[in-house]
């Protein structure tokens, strides 16, 4: 059973007299371990695609499995849950809480899913030295670099143990040599099992996944498992 099964799935918005299909019919199978990315032009339904899949959003029909459980259909109250449970985010604009430090700022899912602060604060430092930050636990956002501050959102995202990390452009803010950092990061965590789908607008940057997934209109256009492009140059 795949990790995440994507059956004809749609998402349709009413404008006035007009219908937007943002998903047009979205079939999928994602596998435990996959690292894929999502790929093609602006407004072809890719962030769209990420809510859906990441439970902040539901769709107009069709069918989600994730991990073995029915998505659609189901309350915000249960969708908070599992989305709490399931899945990490991570995206282009960081979303970091300002004048709060990165242990607090990756203590929070855990806040929300009511751990004991003595567990959260076990937690979070394992997740920041995870990421390379074991020593910046007490800077302010507004006192880490760019990069930095994406680390600190991907120990954010992986705190909870998620079964998988939705990241839509992570390195869309990010200058190359601090892309490069992030994409390393990526591949370790990839290496370690977690599952990642990326979106991204960039060859490059796609070109370390093992899967490409081009959406166009609203649907699934091309599907390449071809494997990753580029060799283990980063580090
Ligand atoms: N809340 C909404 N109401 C109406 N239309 C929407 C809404 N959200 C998205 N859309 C439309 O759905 C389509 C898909 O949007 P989506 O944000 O998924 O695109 P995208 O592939 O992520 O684009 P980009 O690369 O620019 O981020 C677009 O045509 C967009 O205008
Ligand atoms: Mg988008």
């Known amino acids: 059973m795949a990790l995440i099964e994507l059956r004809e799935l749609r998402k349709e918005y009413e404008m006035g007299s007009e219908t937007v299909y943002a998903l047009a019919g979205v079939d999928l199978d994602i596998e435990r371990g996959e690292y894929v990315a999502i790929m093609g032009p602006s407004g072809s ?9 990441g439970c902040l959003d539901t769709p107009t029909s069709g069918g989600y499995v994730l991990n073995g459980q ?34 607090r700022n990756v203590e929070l899912p855990l806040v929300y899913s009511g751990t004991p602060a003595k567990e959260r604060r076990r937690r979070a430092l394992e ?19 760019g990069g930095q501050r994406q680390r600190v959102a991907v120990a954010r995202a992986l705190v909870n143990s998620p079964s998988i990390l939705l990241a839509d452009e992570p390195t869309g803010n990010l200058d190359t040599a601090t892309s490069l950092e992030i994409l390393a990061l990526f591949d370790a965590l990839h290496e370690a099992g977690n599952t990642i789908l990326l979106v991204t607008h960039e060859d490059e940057v796609a070109a370390y996944a093992q899967r490409r997934i081009h959406l166009r209109d609203g649907r699934v256009e091309s599907d390449d498992t ?3 492009t580029v060799g283990r140059a980063v580090g």
């Open 127 to 145: 997740a920041l030295e995870r990421v390379g930050l074991g020593d910046r636990v007490r800077h302010q956002p507004s006192e880490l670099s």
């Open 226 to 228: 071809s494997g990753r």
């Open 70 to 103: 029915t998505v659609q259909g189901l309350e915000d109250e249960e969708l908070a849950r599992i989305r709490n449970r399931e899945i990490g985010f991570v995206f282009q604009t960081f979303n970091l809480l300002p004048r709060t430090d990165a242990l």
């Open 45 to 53: 339904g890719k962030s769209t695609l990420m809510n859906l899949v």
